[in-house]
């Protein structure tokens, strides 16, 4: 059940201005199927009940289970067929720290390469 890289995650909170970033993995929770779903989401929470951090995603192919009027469509093949519908790390501790300010003159510079009449 535990995966042989160990992942690393951090969480922006651009309100307050802090990063978030568990540590200490435990291991990981992943359902591949549409039926894995649900108990994967009850042991993260069990999980959080008992001090760990659950980090993780619920994939854009679970909504119809919130939504009843959404459509499902069939997973791409091609690309996200080796991803998990849910995936979520199970972590010992957090440690919250202020975000660093951005580098001036980062080579992530934007510039228009048109014009607005072009556009």
Same mark, same amino acid.
């Given at each position: 059940?535990? #995966?042989?890289?160990? &992942?690393? %995650?951090r ?8 990063? #978030? /970033?568990?540590s200490?993995? +435990?291991?990981e929770l992943?359902?591949n =199927?549409?039926d +894995? /779903?649900?108990?994967v $989401?009850?042991?993260? !929470? ?11 995603y619920?994939?854009? !192919?679970? !909504? ?6 959404? %459509?499902?469509? +069939?997973?791409?093949?091609q690309?996200? #067929?080796?991803? &998990?519908l ?8 957090? %440690?919250?720290?202020?975000?660093? &300010?951005?580098? /001036?003159?980062? #080579? $992530?510079?934007?510039?228009r390469? =048109? ?5």
């Open positions: 059940m535990t #995966s042989k890289l160990i &992942p690393r %995650v969480f922006d909170n651009m309100r307050d201005r802090t990063a #978030s /970033v568990p200490g993995f +435990e291991g992943r359902a =199927t549409f +894995e /779903v649900t108990s $989401m009850r042991r993260a !929470e069990a999980a959080s009940r008992r001090g760990l951090w659950a980090a993780g619920l994939s854009r !192919e679970y !909504e119809p289970a919130f939504d009843g009027g959404l %459509v499902l469509r +069939e997973r791409d093949p690309w996200c #067929s080796q991803l &998990p849910a995936w979520f790390g199970l972590f010992r501790d957090c %440690v919250t720290t202020p975000l660093r &300010p951005a580098r /001036v003159g980062s #080579s $992530m510079d934007w510039f390469s =048109t014009s607005t009449q072009q556009h």
